[in-house]
């Protein structure tokens, strides 16, 4: 598809030095397109029973965007955010088949869906737990490549 600059070749210029040193460009592009494109987390076979919990880490050394994929009591998978959502302890680290996610700081309990169960401490709190106090839940879409 043509845009219409292309006859114009010879007036273009390279793109100035600093977009490639600046490094808070870095993370603006890291958001606008890597955090928003595809990218491969797991094989599902190792998703195969109810309770299995993968954690990965998306574009390790780049984003390294901490996520687990889950597969709940009803069979179905979920992706999540890896990072608790009260203190941002990292939840899970290594694969395991659980029946619920519990943070290892002040012991909040996730299910596999990523609901907030019980949280120490908040027992009686006033509109607990909150939409945020879930973990986020990640887009994702499963593939067989055969
Ligand atoms: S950081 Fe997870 S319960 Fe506090």
């Keep these: 598809m043509k845009t219409g600059n292309e006859d114009n070749i010879g007036s273009m210029r390279t793109l100035p030095s600093m977009f490639y040193k600046d490094p808070s460009l870095l993370e603006e592009m890291k958001e606008m397109i890597f955090a928003r494109s595809w990218q491969l987390v797991t094989d599902v076979d190792r998703l195969k029973a109810p309770g299995q919990v993968v954690p990965h880490s998306v574009m390790e050394g780049f984003l390294n965007e901490p996520i687990i994929m ?18 941002g302890n990292l939840l899970v680290e290594g694969e395991c088949h659980a029946q619920s996610l519990r943070c290892r700081y002040h012991g909040r309990r996730f299910s596999l869906d990523g609901q907030m169960v019980t949280a120490p401490g908040f027992e009686g709190v006033a509109d607990f737990p909150a939409d945020s106090d879930h973990l986020q839940s990640v887009p994702f879409a499963s593939r067989r490549i055969y």
Excluded: I, K, P, Y
């Design 70 to 87: 889950t597969r709940d009591a009803d069979d179905q998978l979920h992706c999540l955010s890896n990072v608790c959502t009260h203190r």
